[in-house]
């Protein structure tokens, strides 16, 4: 059984360009949460992603926005980088959203924004 | 948001058991007690989740006090692997993980 996957592994991008970050979610589970952890930090909740559509979303600026796929993959975009979006992107698949439940989490993209 | 606290480090012999305590003194009364843990270079992986009595799997044991405010995760036998940052996140409502700094473990041999 395959764990959550996420592509690209790491990227470089300069300031002002856009990225996408990929996540496939652990079989089965519908659920998709994104995070991003600076160095040295815990992860903070981006958004959540549950039947297509945004549930939740934590305290980031438009320029982050998101998608879940009908096969409950999904995908995380920046636009107009910036020197502080340079972290490890973290997705996290779970089979419902709720504090039961028990997120299981990829192995990142790191990102660097130069 | 409610938030945990955690001690920043802590050191543990291996084979020594190590006790890690997280604060949670704003829980919610239906909000189950989570625990994770980071190794180098990985994602956050989990250990072990409870609501109000201890729990023990392969990996733990998870103590958690009567009140609810408080918890420890117990590592019975600490190993070289066992070397991470251990976070005590907060759910709200819908699943929402909300992390805090951890607590970063080195286990000395």
């Known amino acids: 059984d395959a764990g959550v996957t996420q592509s690209p592994t790491h990227l470089i991008k300069t300031r002002g360009q856009q990225v996408t970050l990929r996540c496939s979610p652990k079989?089965?589970?519908?659920?998709v949460s994104w995070y991003q952890q600076a160095l040295g930090q815990g992860p903070q909740f981006i958004f959540q992603y549950y039947e297509e559509e945004e549930r939740q979303r934590g305290n980031f600026p438009d320029r982050f926005s998101g998608h879940q796929f009908p096969n409950y993959s999904s995908e995380l975009n920046v636009n107009a980088l910036l020197l502080g979006d340079s972290a490890l992107y973290l997705c996290?698949?779970?089979?419902?959203?709720?504090?039961?439940?028990?997120?299981?989490f990829g192995p990142g993209t790191r990102l660097l924004v130069l | 948001d409610a938030k945990t606290t955690q001690p920043n480090s802590m050191e543990s012999n291996e084979e020594e058991p190590v006790h890690l305590p997280c604060n949670h003194s704003?829980?919610?009364?239906?909000?189950?007690i989570h625990w994770y843990r980071q190794l180098p270079s990985q994602g956050p992986e989990y250990v072990i989740h409870?609501?109000?009595s201890n729990v023990n799997n392969r990996m733990a044991s998870l103590a958690i006090a009567e009140d609810r405010k408080s918890s420890t995760l117990i590592l019975h036998r600490a190993t070289l692997r066992d070397a991470a940052v251990y976070y005590c996140p907060c759910y709200n409502q819908g699943g929402k993980l909300i992390f805090g700094q951890g607590t970063e473990l080195s286990v000395k041999p």
């Open positions: 079989s089965g589970h519908d659920t």
């Open positions: 409870g609501l109000t």
């Open positions: 996290a698949s779970s089979l419902v959203p709720g504090s039961l439940e028990t997120q299981y």
């Open positions: 704003t829980i919610s009364g239906t909000d189950y």
